[in-house]
């Protein structure tokens, strides 16, 4: 049996899910660039956008930006998303493509806007944003700094992350992809940290992640499916939600907004909406000056249409408010393997 065969019988998260406080708190919390809060106060989320960010230039540690053309695009816009209902934003721009968590905490408190940064490493786009160090360093040295910048703050700061970010390329995982899969499940379980992992339209690494996972203790719940919406067949996604993994479907924009209606609706048929998180993948500020990516489409247009698609205002609430909630909480979700017939008795 393949690993897409055992995930689509549903066997792959037989084992019970163990909730355990973080290292910080005995409390569920959600870390954004000010500090901790608690997960109610959330609000309405966009858990997958960027405020800025160098994708597609060249890899850098500390990226540079014009900051005052930056401060004089992304406030107005943020300020503007306020005035919509947006509370928090987890910003998914990784370390060497472009996080700048100093700048990102100016741009909070100007605007009153929550924002979660990350840790972690990009392992998509052919590698190109995952660091050299990584790839001659172990697992455990790898998984040792995201804890740090846990721990201690990124880049000399007291800025904690509020999620872990990876990225995987199609198919089977790499060597490389395989290092940051399992450095993700070891800082998860050591920080109680979210994996969002990039993982777009490939079900095969979808699945091979969450079976890797797994085996080294780490409960789906704790990985969010970034860009699942580009699956050829929907029908691959319910059954990575049922085994308790979040299901994103980013990118909503106006070209797309019939395309991610059908998908959701796939996902109310299949009863999994609960497992469901929406963004659009945004960027305020790009690399070369390339135009605008918005992310308000959402409120002006796509939620709209939910409504006539009959989407209760519950199932709305839900997915904006209820689900970042509970996906970004910061709990370490362990794995309890069944008991065997010789253990119950």
């Given at each position: 049996m393949t690993r897409r065969t055992f995930i689509q019988h549903g066997l792959i998260s037989a084992s019970a899910l163990i909730l355990m406080p973080s290292a910080v708190a005995s409390e569920p919390q959600v870390m954004t660039v000010t500090g901790p809060i608690a997960p109610e106060h959330m609000g309405f989320t966009l858990p997958h956008e960027h405020i800025m960010s160098i994708f597609g230039g060249q890899p850098s540690r500390i990226a540079r930006y014009d900051e005052e053309k930056l401060f004089a695009t992304a406030i107005p816009y943020l300020k503007m998303l306020k005035v919509f209902g947006v509370q928090t934003i987890c910003e998914c721009t990784g370390a060497y493509f472009g996080r700048r968590v100093d700048l990102l905490r100016r741009i909070s408190q100007a605007t009153g806007m929550q924002m979660l940064t990350n840790t972690g490493y990009y392992g998509a786009a052919h590698d190109r944003y995952v660091p050299e160090h990584a790839f001659h360093e172990t697992v455990d040295q790898i998984a040792q700094r995201w804890i740090d910048e846990w721990e201690h703050g990124i880049d000399g700061t007291d800025i904690r992350p509020g999620f872990i970010k990876i990225g995987v390329d199609p198919g089977m995982p790499s060597d490389i992809d395989a290092k940051?899969?399992?450095?993700?499940?070891?800082?998860?379980?050591?920080?109680?940290?979210?994996?969002?992992?990039?993982?777009?339209?490939?079900?095969?690494?979808?699945?091979?992640?969450?079976?890797?996972?797994?085996?080294?203790?780490?409960?789906?719940?704790?990985?969010?499916?970034?860009?699942?919406?580009?699956?050829?067949?929907?029908?691959?996604?319910?059954?990575?939600?049922?085994?308790?993994?979040?299901?994103?479907?980013?990118?909503?924009?106006?070209?797309?907004?019939?395309?991610?209606?059908?998908?959701?609706?796939?996902?109310?048929?299949?009863?999994?909406?609960?497992?469901?998180?929406?963004?659009?993948?945004?960027?305020?500020?790009?690399?070369?000056?390339?135009?605008?990516?918005?992310?308000?489409?959402?409120?002006?247009?796509?939620?709209?249409?939910?409504?006539?698609?009959?989407?209760?205002?519950?199932?709305?609430?839900?997915?904006?408010?209820?689900?970042?909630?509970?996906?970004?909480?910061?709990?370490?979700?362990?794995?309890?393997p069944q008991m065997n017939a010789d253990e119950r008795r």
């Open positions: 940051l899969i399992w450095a993700a499940g070891k800082t998860h379980l050591k920080t109680g940290l979210t994996i969002v992992s990039h993982t777009s339209g490939s079900t095969d690494a979808a699945v091979e992640q969450v079976a890797m996972l797994e085996e080294r203790g780490v409960h789906p719940s704790a990985w969010v499916w970034a860009h699942a919406q580009h699956v050829k067949d929907s029908a691959d996604l319910p059954p990575v939600a049922r085994a308790g993994a979040w299901i994103g479907l980013d990118g909503i924009g106006d070209k797309t907004l019939m395309h991610h209606l059908d998908v959701l609706r796939a996902l109310r048929r299949f009863g999994v909406l609960h497992r469901v998180l929406l963004s659009h993948d945004g960027n305020s500020f790009r690399h070369g000056n390339r135009p605008f990516k918005p992310y308000n489409a959402i409120f002006d247009q796509f939620i709209p249409l939910m409504k006539k698609a009959n989407f209760t205002d519950a199932d709305i609430h839900l997915i904006t408010v209820e689900n970042p909630r509970k996906a970004f909480a910061i709990r370490i979700r362990k794995t309890q």
